[in-house]
């Protein structure tokens, strides 16, 4: 069983920055997909960006315009998402998630908020 903590969430100005942090652990996840979803409020969870088993390969939500970028650190059974120019509208709950690769997202952190102001 594999259990997801994000950290890193926050009050921050459009045009900041932020880097969530997710630590996985009761085992490794180095077979792991990674990935990050976000929730708005009174709005459904969304993809934000994901990392492949293997590190080599990262998807991101188009609507992010390159200025997210998704990485992990498997000997630290970690991963991030380092956010960059920040606008109001990528205020959501972070949420990291797990899945074996070609399963499906079924493991879940508790979220971290990140709150965007204009």
């Known amino acids: 069983q594999v259990q997801l903590v994000e950290s890193g969430g926050g009050l921050v100005q459009a045009g900041g920055s932020l880097r969530l942090s997710c630590a996985a652990s009761g085992r490794t996840v180095s077979n792991y997909d990674m990935g990050w979803f976000r929730q708005a409020p009174g709005k459904e969870r969304l993809f934000v960006s994901s990392i492949t088993w293997s590190g080599r390969t990262t998807y991101y939500a188009r609507s992010l315009k390159g200025r997210f970028t998704i990485s992990r650190d498997s000997a630290k059974n970690t991963v991030s998402l380092q956010m960059n120019n920040l606008e109001p509208e990528d205020t959501a709950v972070y949420y990291c998630?797990?899945?074996?690769?070609?399963?499906?997202?079924?493991?879940w952190g508790q979220g971290t908020q990140v709150t965007v102001s204009s």
């Open positions: 998630a797990a899945m074996l690769h070609g399963g499906s997202w079924d493991t």
